[in-house]
């Protein structure tokens, strides 16, 4: 394992956009030349070592060995861990907006909370958040069909709004709430929440949202019964009849008014 | 006296307005509601170009003010150019390319506006027309979160409930008009139907009526959100028998619970009606050229709104780079405001940023962002000194008359001073 | 400026891969000049600069288009350069990226394809907007009350004073026909399926709207004919609609030396069978009626796979395709008095079968009619495919083995439904000189374009193929590179591509049609419309027309009228 540290120098107010620090990029780079990748101070071009200090093994290896460990506050920093196939990225603190966009394997592990648009557009790999998520986890780009297709989300905290949006494929848990309209216009993929959602599954055509606390559910869904679930007893609902959806919402209780 | 005069605004950009004017001065607005009129006449205006010197803002000349506020755009590293609608789109094209050359963020008051109306356009597209379509056939009138008689006053009879037109001759007679709204309004009493919902209950509803009009009405339960069944599919059987039915909808949909999602849905449902009858639907714009930015940043650089330009290509995506996503998030480092008044609008934490940074304001009247203001630059008002372009709610684009003289440059001419003094105070990136 | 050495074709001037020197001066094509830039064209290929004679470029409906696409735009996206404004957008670009990318493909002058008279300002906000090109702008006629009034009345000479004020009232170059009398009838949901449906509240016929226009257009001597867009567009079997509109207008004699209509994207309108299980290209049809007619012209209306944005003002088409595709997105947009429109987001695949049929029947229309003078290379832009793609259309045009290669990429029914691969015929440059700059000049009567003759506009194209050395047939991916960035565009007599890239950005000029009436007629037409303003309109009559702020740099065309 080829292990690369990166250290904010400075604490950062205008966002930093660092798609460069990623272990598909940093294989194939000495530390010296890693310290020369371009990064973004808001409109201004930089290299990585102006904003941070690049320390670690000098020994090159594949991406998949390539470990990057994130030392610090990285809540600005956007855009890190994008596209990546193979490898790992730990950070030790908090994680800007748009981390592992497009990621299609790999590990990214946050310690602390992530910003929105986790795991953007995901088709592989797996995401794993000790904090809170913020808005679009696993969502698609504006305008885009699809969302998540594939891939492993995990938040053991709570997440902001629109969990989910437009999921095509892979799975998202969260421990704690899942905010509003979770999984909205899915097209499969597996959403469950251990907390409470707000009208998940909003013109859902396919998938699966389960939500372990308290659900409100749109008048759409049709009531289909009880199931068993992981030794909880769910209410079953299907939709979103509205778009002539096949989509599942369970919920272990209901938010009635 | 000045005949079919544009009214600076209100969305609905009544074109119809007569002025009169005596020895370079208005004295008389004839024809306009009471808001238009006030803007038209006029009001106080900030005298001279201001920079702030030790915390006091103090008179300077206008080549100060453009090369302070060139200086304070150079010096950002994530600047916003925020307002626009209320300015000409002669000068929004001016903004853009400002907005280009120091590589920023631009956006306009949709943002605390209908922001959410076009990411909802953006999901589902927009069954439209324009206003005089209405006029003509609609006998089914549905405003949902919008109070026309307040915010929008001659909308009603100019295009909607009152209009008069080919096959309506007898006006609002001849229609009927539904309310959805969380609290009696001025324009709910005047409705032949007002539903009354609960606030942020607004998705929930438009679900339930589109299960109605798509014909599954029988898994929708006895009550919705606190609101009856039968309420709501007297609602859909009115909207589905209509021969041309309008929804018009303002920030009642646009701001409570759910925001873009609202809208979807909306389209959604008049998409669905669509199947049994004619259908439109528009968001009732707030200011009179919000509708203008739009359509002029499209143009320009693909999107209508929220664009950064930090890294030299336009990049959207509201929620992250809008005027309330990089102010709230402590992105933005320094603003220029612009024929908008975001310290009145914004939310408190978003004003607290404005506070922190360089304030740029551009604008004929003081308002709470002069207080926030560290370089003031007056300039005169489009639509009564300034001749230029503006879009409808609806997109039509009209020209504003010039109907007297100001001592104050133009939006468009300020903006280009500032770009010249940008190009010649250099650029580092 | 002079050009030296290369290989000419200017069809409309009989030249045919002449070597020859091209000479420059103030703007226009020369005998002799002394002085100036000199070129090295050697050996390589000169054509007029292109005349693109329909897309939609610029208005609401397109702009609509990139507001619902944010997607869209997030393609093919380029940082501004000290030249340059940013580019975005592959279907629906942005201003900007429409000049420079027709200029890069060697085109000088495009056409926006439909303008409703009421939003004709905001199609001139955009093209003002557009850098290098000439352009023009068609403004639509056939859903407007005032045309049906003065129809159904037969009142032709009322009908010709609309017109010209109409064009007037949009700064239009021509008159754009679509769907007629259907954009009324989905005022209220409906639309016509035939010639002589009547519309409601208005007692005309397509008929009699399409005759009438044409009289008109005929009665004010436009350059250019009556530009329609069929009944029934994307249906299967609609030949037979195509065919009775090609008849109801062939005794109508021309004003001037062209066609007395011109039917666009005729692939649209080129459907056999009766429901998409038994449709069929019957593009041979069409084909062979154009051979046997000479006051017809069409444009091809091209199908390039992948994304497309279908833009029209054909609204009640729009909301079928909504319908049929389960499209996510719809757009419509009604215009008060004056018809509709409707945007929905495609996706052409090669392994649906439609879209290979579809793709196919472009080809054949081309292919079939003998005449190249009659068929303009198009891909009604963006619903057919982006205009990026015409260098695309080009290869396919010039090579029979491109061609098997693409069908063998295709479903079967483009063997099946089809008989593009029974074509062998490969256009040669002097064809495809006319169909994209000689032909689409003539059919629009400008007088200055599409040619290189003396007093012609020096909008020249200089590729990088040297036409004596290069086989199109095998080299086809050569002449679609070629074509993509070519070696110079020359506009006005100015540089303004070198090697591919935008080098000066001037403005181009927007021409449009003044046509002159009798003081008489144009006083009965106020009477009309002051009426419809009155009670109609929602706006005032004194705000219709586009003013001159909007069109900065005109080039008016004296129509002689009546």
Sequence with gaps: MRYIKILPLQTFEVPIEAENICPDVFADLTLSQIGNLEVWE?????????????????????????????????????????????????????????????????????????????????????????????????????????????????????????????????????????GDFPGASNRGGFIVIGGDAYLPGAEMASGSIVVKGKARVLPSYQYQGLVGFQGMTLNKYLGDLADNGKGNVYAASIDVE | MVKDVLCPFCGSLCDDIRVEIEDGLIVKVRGACKLGASKIKGHDRIKAPMVRKNGDLVETTYQEAYDRAAQILLESKRPLLYGWCSTICEAHKKGILLAEEVAGVIDSTATVCHGPSIIGIEEKGLAGSTLGQVKNRADLIIFWGSNP??????????????????????????????????????????????????????????????????????????????????????????????????????????????????????????????????????????????????????????????????????????????????LGNKEADALMAIAADPASNFPWKVVERMAEIPVIQIDPFENPTTLLADVVIPSAVAGVEVEGTAYRMDGLSLRMKKLVDSTSPSDQEIVSNIIESVRWLGHDN | MIIKGGIVYDPANDILGEEMDLCIENGKIVEDTKEGEVIDARGLLIMPGGVDGHAHIAGAKVNNGRIMRPEDSRQYVEPRTKLLRPCTGYTVPNCYAIGYRYARMGYTMAFEAATPILEARHTHEELEEIPIVDKGALTLFGDNWEVFDCVREGDMDKLAAFVSWGLRASRGYGVKVVNPGGGECWGYGGNVSALDDTVPNFDVTPREIIRGLTTANEMLKLPHSIHLHTNNLGKPGNYATTL???????????????????????????????????????????????????????????????????????????????????????????????????????????????????????????????????????????????????????????????????????????????????????????????????????????????????????????????????????????????????????????????????????????????????????????????????????????????QDAYVTNPEVIEAEGF
């Excluded at chain 3, 395709?321 to 018809?339: I, K, M, T």
């Excluded at chain 3, 199109?472 to 679609?480: A, G, L, N």
Aim: overall charge negative; some cysteine; aromatic content about 8%.
């Design chain 1, 42 to 178: 808001g409109n201004r071009k930089k290299i990585i070592s102006d904003l941070f200090q690049v320390s670690g093994d000098d020994v090159l290896t594949s991406t998949k060995d390539t470990l990057v460990v994130l030392d610090g506050d990285f809540s600005r920093v956007k855009r890190i861990g994008e596209n990546m196939t193979a490898g790992t990225i730990e950070a030790k603190g908090d994680l800007g907006m748009h981390a592992g966009n497009n990621m299609t394997g790999g590990s990214l592990q946050v310690e602390g909370s992530a910003g929105s648009w986790l795991g953007r557009e995901m088709r592989g790999g797996l995401i794993v958040v000790k904090g809170n998520a913020g808005d679009y986890v696993g969502s698609g780009s504006r305008g885009e069909a699809c969302g998540m297709r594939g891939g492993d989300i995990r938040i053991e905290g709570s997440t902001g709004d629109y969990l989910g949006e437009h999921m095509c494929g892979g799975s998202i848990m969260v421990n704690g709430d899942g």
């Design chain 2, 149 to 326: 008689s307040e915010a929008h006053p001659r909308h009603a009879l100019r295009y909607s409930s009152n209009a008069k037109g080919r096959f309506t001759e007898d006006g609002r007679k001849g229609r009927k008009v539904i309310v959805v709204d969380v609290r009696e309004t001025k324009t709910s009493k005047n409705a032949d139907k007002f539903l009354l919902i609960k606030p942020g209950s607004d998705y929930e509803i438009i679900s339930a009526l589109r299960m109605m009009v798509n014909g599954k009405g029988d898994v929708v339960p006895d009550t919705v959100a606190g609101v009856a069944k039968s309420a709501l599919e007297e609602v859909a059987e009115m909207a589905k028998s209509a021969k041309f039915g309008a929804l018009f909808f303002g920030l009642g949909l646009t701001h409570s619970r759910g925001r873009y999602k609202n809208i979807d849905n909306a389209l959604s449902l008049v998409r669905d009606l669509n199947v049994h009858t004619k259908f439109m639907v528009m968001p009732m714009r707030g200011h009179y050229n919000v509708t203008g930015f739009g359509q002029v940043c499209a143009w320009e650089t693909g999107y209508p709104m929220s664009v950064d330009f930090s890294r030299g290509a336009p990049y959207f995506n509201p929620g992250e780079t809008a005027a309330c996503d990089v």
């Design chain 3, 244 to 546: 009775e509109t090609l008849e109801a207008v062939k005794d109508i004699i021309p004003s001037r030396d062209r066609q007395v209509v011109h039917i666009t994207h005729m692939q649209f309108s080129a459907y056999g069978g009766t429901g998409w299980p038994d449709f069929k290209s019957e593009a041979p049809a069409i084909a062979d009626y154009f051979n046997k007619h000479d006051h017809a012209t069409m444009d091809m209306g091209q199908l390039i796979f992948g994304s497309a944005t279908t833009m029209t003002a054909d609204a009640p088409l729009e909301y079928n395709n909504a319908r049929l595709l389960h499209a996510a997105q719809w757009s419509n947009h009604d215009v008060e008095l004056e018809g509709s429109s409707g945007v929905v987001p495609l996706l052409y695949l090669r392994q649906s079968p439609v879209n290979a049929v579809q793709w196919a029947i472009g080809l054949e229309l081309a292919l079939l009619t003998e005449s190249p003078w009659k068929v303009v290379m198009t891909t009604d832009h963006p619903n057919g495919g982006p205009f990026v793609n015409y260098p695309e259309v080009i290869a396919l045009l010039m090579s029979a083995p491109k061609r098997d290669e693409e069908m063998a990429t295709l479903h079967p029914w483009v063997s099946s439904r089809a008989i593009l691969a029974t074509v062998d015929r490969e256009m040669d440059w002097g064809e495809v000189a006319v169909m994209t700059r000689a032909g689409p000049a003539k059919i629009l009567g400008l007088e200055n374009k599409g040619h290189l003759g003396s007093g012609a506009d020096a909008d020249v194209t200089i590729i990088g193929v040297k036409p004596h050395e290069i086989d199109p047939s095998k080299d086809h991916h050569k002449i679609k590179e070629a074509f993509s960035r070519v070696k110079y565009t020359i506009k006005d007599g100015q540089v303004v591509v070198r090697d591919g890239e935008v080098v000066a950005v001037p403005q181009g000029r927007t021409y449009w049609v003044d046509a002159s009436v009798p003081l008489k007629q144009a006083e009965r037409l106020q009477v009309d419309l002051a009426e419809k303003f009155a009670k109609y309109y929602s706006i005032q009559q004194s705000n219709y027309m586009v």
